[in-house]
């Protein structure tokens, strides 16, 4: 079992009674790490001089009275240095990211048919794609006219190439539809995406049902 220096002042539960593990606290028992890390702490190695160095330092500055926060931040400011720290910012940043932009009704209402708007923030820089994009029809478009077709897609703003979720039916029933669009880049860092929704036999104005949101899955490669 691998003895390591906890970063981040962190309460558990163990043994059915709460219990405070302190930042800079060696930790050798692996079931205590585990519950720990599932509150939230961090990690580091006894092998860095860095953290070893921060844990003496703290363990003084607490018999002084200072507080949990102010010593998990030195424990932190330490940690942050280390290649330890960096290598678990790699592999966070290799996990997907679950985005959902949300499209309400009102938002449809006052958008015109044909034409492209912006839906949502833009994407982080570096980001790509690690799943299909999908459209979530959460309730069907339904307005008065009656508004006899509804499609919408998702394009990157200016996208010359041509959308990442291709023209899918967002009046005829609900789900998640995954439409692959004329230009499905999955490089879209820094993208603002625009979602076009275009009726028939109605103005957008004249809804009076319709829900939709966006799915995006992608990772920021570090390399």
Do not use: W
């Amino acid at each position: 079992m691998s003895t390591l220096i906890l970063i981040n002042t962190t309460t558990i539960v163990y043994n059915g009674s709460a219990t405070q593990l302190n930042a800079g606290d060696r930790v050798s028992d692996s079931s205590i790490q585990d519950a720990a890390e599932a509150e939230g702490a961090i990690f580091g190695p006894t092998s860095d001089d860095n953290l070893v160095a921060a844990s003496a330092l703290v363990a003084k500055l607490r018999s002084k009275g200072r507080n949990e926060q102010e010593l998990t931040a030195v424990m932190m400011a330490a940690y942050a240095s280390t290649a330890y720290a960096t290598a678990a910012a790699a592999a966070a940043a290799a996990l997907p990211t679950n985005l959902v932009i949300d499209v309400p009704l009102a938002t449809l209402q006052g958008k015109t048919s044909g034409t492209a708007f912006n839906i949502g923030a833009a994407l982080p820089a570096g980001a790509v794609l690690s799943a299909v994009p999908t459209i979530t029809v959460v309730a069907a478009l339904a307005g008065t006219g009656p508004i006899t077709q509804a499609h919408a897609e998702v394009e990157p703003t200016g996208a010359a190439g041509g959308a990442l979720i291709g023209s899918t039916d967002v009046l005829s029933a609900t789900g998640t539809f995954a439409t692959a669009g004329s230009n499905p880049n999955p490089a879209v860092g820094g993208d603002q995406l625009q979602m076009t929704v275009t009726t028939v036999g109605g103005a957008m104005a004249a809804l009076t049902a319709g829900h939709l949101q966006v799915n995006l899955n992608y990772t920021i490669p570090t390399t």
